[in-house]
């Protein structure tokens, strides 16, 4: 297998989280980096670095100056 970069930030560290129930039809990794995850029968634009929009690329100076992510607000109760 050859080595897996991330599309997005081009991080080398690449963490396996899933295997399709039929073995080897797909995976879903995700980045240790930016934190992006894909499945591996996506399209080339969004598994491979070279492939990635350049609009979409980040580098580690874009990641460190990111705004935090909002937490997601808990579920309301009764309607």
Known sequence: ???VICPRCA????DHVATS???G???VLQCGRC???WRTTEPERRTRRDAYPEAFRLTPEDIA???E???IP?????R
């Open 69 to 71: 992510v909002p937490a």
């Open 11 to 14: 991080y080398e560290t690449v």
């Open 35 to 37: 934190l992006y995850m």
């Open 25 to 27: 039809v797909w995976d």
């Open 1 to 3: 297998m050859s080595t």
């Open 65 to 67: 100056a990111a705004q």
């Open 21 to 23: 129930p039929v073995p």
């Open 74 to 78: 808990p579920l309301r109760t009764g």
